[in-house]
C-alpha cells in the first residue's frame, strides 16, 4: 500500500526565515496534493502537482515534484505567522476518483 | 467561494449508538468522499462515492459504516453501533473531477462515551 513520510515531523522557525518541508512516496504518485491544516480544523488545498519536475508557485509558497514523482518539497520564502499550522502531503497513486493516502504531517511553528 | 459544510461540528454519543454525521458539498461536485483522523494521527480515507454508489472504501469501512446521498445536496456517514475507538474527527471532501484536488469541511468531531 501506500505510504507517505513526511519530515521534519515538526519544525520551529523564526519569522522571515525560509524553509523546507519534504514529503517522500513508497510508490510513483499519480499526483501529490499539498494541504494545510489548523488544530482541531479542516484541510485547506495548497497546490496540486502531477507532472515529474512540475514546480508551482502561491504567494510566499513553492511546491516541487522529483522527475521520479516520487518526492515532494515544500518550500516558505520569508516565513510568517500566518503560515503556522500542520501541512500535509497527500497522495493519489491511481489516477482516478479514488481516496487520498496523507502523510503524519509536519507541525510548523513560526516564532515572532 | 463555494465550500463543503458538515453538521453538527461536535456531537456527542453514547457507546453503542446510533450516529449520522451530515454533509453538504459543493453544489458542482459529483465525487463525494468521508475521511476521519483520530486525535494525533494520520488523516485516513473511509469511503469514496460517485454516481450514487461506492467506488472504493478503505478497510476501517467496515459493516458497521454506510453512506448515503439521499438527495441532490446532502451526503451522510451513519455509524450503526459505535464503539469508543469510532472517537475522531470526521471530514466529508468533494471534487468536481477525479484528478482535480479534493475540497474538505471543517470536520465533525465525535466523541463516543
Known amino acids: 500500500s501506500q505510504e507517505l513520510e513526511q519530515s521534519p515531523q515538526s519544525l520551529i522557525v523564526q519569522e522571515g526565515k525560509n524553509l523546507t518541508i519534504n514529503c517522500t512516496s513508497s510508490?510513483?504518485?499519480?499526483?501529490l496534493y499539498w494541504y494545510k491544516q489548523k488544530y482541531g480544523e479542516g484541510l485547506i488545498f495548497l497546490m496540486m502537482?502531477?507532472?515529474?519536475?512540475e514546480e508551482k508557485s502561491h504567494e510566499k509558497i513553492t511546491a516541487k515534484l522529483d522527475e521520479k514523482k516520487q518526492q515532494s518539497s515544500l518550500h516558505i520564502t520569508a516565513s510568517q505567522p500566518s503560515h503556522a499550522g500542520i501541512y500535509l502531503c497527500?497522495?493519489?497513486?491511481?489516477?482516478?476518483?479514488?481516496?487520498?493516502?496523507f502523510g503524519k504531517g509536519t507541525h510548523l511553528i513560526i516564532q515572532p | 467561494e463555494p465550500e463543503v459544510t458538515q453538521t453538527p461540528s461536535h456531537q456527542v454519543t453514547q457507546m453503542g449508538q446510533e450516529v449520522i454525521l451530515r454533509c453538504v458539498p459543493i453544489?458542482?461536485?459529483?465525487?463525494f468522499y468521508w475521511y476521519r483522523q483520530i486525535l494525533g494521527q494520520k488523516v485516513e480515507f473511509l469511503v469514496s462515492?460517485?454516481?450514487?454508489?461506492?467506488?472504493?472504501k478503505s478497510e476501517i469501512f467496515d459493516d458497521q459504516f454506510s453512506v448515503e446521498r439521499p438527495d441532490g445536496s446532502n451526503f451522510t456517514l451513519k455509524i450503526r453501533s459505535t464503539k469508543l475507538e469510532d472517537s475522531a474527527m470526521y471530514f466529508c471532501?468533494?471534487?468536481?473531477?477525479?484528478?482535480?484536488?479534493?475540497?474538505f469541511g471543517d470536520g465533525t468531531r465525535l466523541s463516543i462515551l
Open positions: 502537482l502531477q507532472k515529474g519536475g
Open positions: 497527500g497522495a493519489d497513486n491511481a489516477g482516478g476518483a479514488d481516496g487520498l493516502t
Open positions: 462515492f460517485y454516481n450514487n454508489e461506492i467506488s472504493e
Open positions: 471532501a468533494s471534487t468536481g473531477q477525479s484528478n482535480q484536488p479534493q475540497h
Open positions: 453544489s458542482n461536485h459529483l465525487y
Open positions: 510508490k510513483t504518485l499519480y499526483g
